[in-house]
């Protein structure tokens, strides 16, 4: 057990997602499956654990838990990978679509990451008041939180406090993963403010660079951690869309939690969609609420927590309020107009993104049957 130099030990917070199998193709999935994954962590975390909470947002799963022993812990991995086999398993008993889909290797080898779950974690010394907000996306990829954790730490049109709060003004670290560089982590660590211009050069490709974490330059404390799984990197082929989740201290030396939810009424587009390869705009949505339109739009949820001594609060749904009902009809709109596209255009990812997927025999095909005129 690592202590700090308090003589308290550190707390970590594990977030970790899976779709194991969903009710009538990529809908929810089933009250069944999801008790087994409960049960199953129940039953089987030996008292690893301090709390966890399960949640679902489309067709994933989330287990969200705290416990003392660090981020990457085998321990802590294997249970929830075992726990999501056991929900596969009986995804696959009832027949579910897409049982077991995002357990993409035959066993567990030490690490979820790069198993097919993804996973977001962070391990600090507990404030006396520490809150926090625990965001899960469903048909979108990492990239989809670029916009928002870009305008919460870096605009003041949606963070008053790099106004206001001579702490929060000091700026913030963003560390920058390159996610198509598949040999090793590539990363580069940006500082704001004199670093903007170059974290907005790199995440506005949010298909390519993906934001990992932001740490408090006033404090070095992380703010913010992003799961950085693109699946087919892993699959080599189309498997899924990446559905990513997030974690988010609030209060204090960090963003308020207003600041932090305050891009999402933009509905801003993203990759995903139907089989992952279109572009939508982001619906917030409240936790537990299935996909739909054109198995979309992409939608994420926000779950805010408080916490004590790693024990966990019930959750507030933060996307749980009438301003939201109407971000949800502003983005309702903004679907279905792209959607008159089709496959034209922006409608559709490019073919960078669609490489993984079916058309590249189709393409094979067409290749051949071009003729170089002379």
């Not at 799984?229 to 559905?243: S, V």
Request: contains cysteine.
């Amino acid at each position: 057990m690592e202590l700090n130099s308090s003589g308290a030990s550190k707390i970590t917070v594990s977030a970790i997602k899976a779709d194991v199998g969903s009710i009538g193709g990529h809908i929810k999935p089933s009250e069944r499956l999801i008790k087994a994954v409960s049960d199953y962590i129940s039953d089987n975390h030996g008292g690893a654990l301090i709390n966890f909470r399960l949640s679902f947002t489309g067709d994933d799963i989330a287990i969200l838990c705290t416990h003392r022993l660090g981020v990457n812990n085998e321990q802590i991995h294997k249970l929830a990978w075992d726990a999501f086999k056991a929900g596969a398993d009986v995804a696959a008993s009832q027949g579910l679509y897409g049982a077991g889909q995002d357990l993409l290797k035959d066993s567990f080898s030490g690490n979820i990451k790069g198993m097919g779950p993804a996973a977001a974690e962070m391990e600090f010394e507990e404030r006396k008041n520490e809150p926090f907000l625990f965001f899960a996306a469903d048909k979108t990829d990492p990239g989809a939180y670029n916009l928002p954790l870009y305008l919460s730490f870096c605009d003041p049109m949606h963070n008053a406090g790099l106004i206001l709060a001579s702490d929060i003004a000091k700026g913030f670290e963003f560390h920058i993963m390159d996610v198509e560089y598949t040999e090793a982590d590539r990363v580069i660590v940006l500082k704001t403010p004199e670093d903007i211009y170059g974290i907005a050069t790199l995440l506005r490709d949010q298909e390519r660079f993906v934001i990992e974490k932001i740490i408090a330059r006033s404090s070095g404390e992380q703010a913010a951690a992003v799961s950085t799984t693109r699946l087919h990197n892993i699959a080599g082929t189309y498997t899924g869309k990446d559905d990513p989740i997030c974690l988010v201290r609030v209060q204090k030396t960090f963003p308020a939690t207003g600041e932090i939810l305050s891009p999402y009424q933009i509905g801003h587009y993203v990759a995903g969609f139907m089989r992952g390869s279109h572009t939508g705009p982001l619906m917030p949505v409240k936790q537990n609420t299935c996909i739909s339109y054109f198995d979309g739009p992409p939608v994420v949820s926000c779950a805010a927590y408080s916490m004590h001594n790693g024990k966990l609060t019930e959750p507030a749904d933060a996307f749980d309020h009438a301003l939201w009902d109407h971000v949800r009809g502003k983005v309702s709109a903004k679907a279905i107009e792209l959607r008159q596209q089709g496959f034209f255009g922006p409608a559709m990812l490019p073919y960078s993104e669609l490489e993984y997927g079916g058309i590249v025999e189709k393409m094979k095909e067409l290749e051949a049957r071009f003729t170089v005129r002379k």
